[in-house]
């Protein structure tokens, strides 16, 4: 598929940096950007309430793509051009319109019982993964913290903490081109947006 999956950090929110980016993904990803919400606080609360109640992790996986969906709710209110899927055709049919699309993964994800239901798989490998099940040609990474130049490896990005254990796995099945954007690097997420 000609498309360009972006996973929006949730930390990006509460960085103050989330309008900027999102004025980025409107002006360059209609057609081709298929936008995967992080968990941002709403999956930290699952995590406490994991904690304090001893639920497993198999019912904390669930409610953390809950979590995304929350946050998801919440980049629709901020940029309405975003149109939400959750299916590989809803996700055509928003491309084929000239949209971008917001992936709501909690279908599809529950669905692929090959995807482990643990904290080691968190937005960013499941980014990967609906990169891989497109085709996508690129998959980009908007997050707060700042990685290395050049963009490291998703090795490196998972040695450094910047993503979770799973995601070089899911990255390599991909088999696309990886981007990471940090603070500051509007342009580049801009320039991923250009498929040729």
Known sequence: MRAVV??????????????SWLDILGSNGGGRGIVVPGGAEFADAVRVAQRR?????RAAHRMALLAMEQYAAMLVDMAPELR??????????RLAAGALALW????????????????????????????GHL?????VLVKSATAPAPTP???????????DPAFP????????????????????????????
Do not use: N
């Open 6 to 19: 972006i996973k929006l950090g949730g930390s990006l929110a509460a960085a103050g940096t989330l309008r």
């Open 53 to 57: 109640h001893a639920f497993s992790d």
């Open 84 to 93: 939400p899927a959750e299916s590989e055709p809803e996700i055509e049919a």
């Open 104 to 131: 709501l993964p909690r279908r599809m994800v529950i669905a692929d019982t090959t995807i482990a239901e643990s904290w080691a798989v968190t937005s960013d490998s499941l980014a990967a993964w609906l990169a």
């Open 135 to 139: 085709a996508a040609e690129r998959l």
């Open 153 to 163: 490896s998703a090795a490196e990005l998972a040695a450094l903490g910047l993503v």
């Open 169 to 196: 796995a899911y990255a390599e099945r991909a088999a696309c081109t990886l981007v990471y954007c940090g603070p500051g690097e509007e342009r580049r997420l801009a320039q991923a947006l250009q498929l040729g």
